[in-house]
């Protein structure tokens, strides 16, 4: 003889646990992403950025002798 009354059935996901379960998924997202942000924004403030190379079009405005 069996016990089929001890078996559970899993219920199927309604649409409103889904879309419970896509806006939890978009919420740990946006909160990782802002993470990411404030730790690349304390990363600039801690090291100065160093200057910029110069293209070749301000080198050669700025050397007379190739003008």
Not at 17 to 23: A, F, Q, T, V, Y
């Amino acid at each position: 003889m069996t016990n089929d009354g001890n078996q559970k059935a899993e219920a199927p996901q309604s649409e409103d646990s889904r879309n419970l379960s896509g806006m939890a998924k978009a919420f740990l997202v946006s909160v990782a992403w802002s993470y990411a942000e404030a730790l690349e924004r304390m990363k600039r403030s801690r090291n100065p950025q160093e200057p910029a190379p110069e293209s070749p079009t301000e080198q050669v405005d700025r050397n007379p002798e190739n003008n």
